[in-house]
């Protein structure tokens, strides 16, 4: 069964930086790919990020590239959301979620929130001005 848990969010001034964490069980596909979300209150869900399992290529949303980094540790299971430069409009709770890689062009490039097959709970990030 598919599991993921987020951690690693918490209260950080602005301009600071976290990493939050997803830790992947369950998930059989040879390939699939994991993406990050953020959801402020009263917004839609935005995707983030995706990483890809089969060769580590990444994708981001224009609106964060450049502050955010994901990796992975294939050994852990793990994949990891390095932000930096973090910014009071960054607060929300932040997802991670795991699809299928031949679904690779709704998942990371439209980032799609209900093509994928599975999420966390979520972890929640506030930035304080």
């Known amino acids: 069964q598919l599991q993921l848990v987020e951690s690693g969010g918490g209260l950080v001034q602005s301009g600071g930086s976290l990493r939050l964490s997803c830790a992947v069980s369950?998930?059989?596909?040879?390939?699939?790919?994991i993406g990050w979300f953020r959801q402020a209150p009263g917004k839609e869900r935005e995707g983030l990020s995706c990483i890809r399992s089969s060769d580590g290529n990444t994708y981001y949303d224009r609106s964060i590239k450049g502050r955010f980094a994901i990796s992975r540790d294939n050994a852990k299971n793990t994949v990891y959301l390095q932000m930096s430069g973090l910014k009071p409009e960054d607060t929300a709770v932040y997802y991670c979620a795991a699809g299928r890689e031949s679904n690779l062009f709704r998942l990371c490039i439209l980032f799609e929130p209900h093509e994928y097959d599975g999420w966390g709970q979520g972890t929640q990030v506030t930035v304080s001005s």
């Open positions: 369950g998930f059989t596909p040879d390939n699939y790919v």
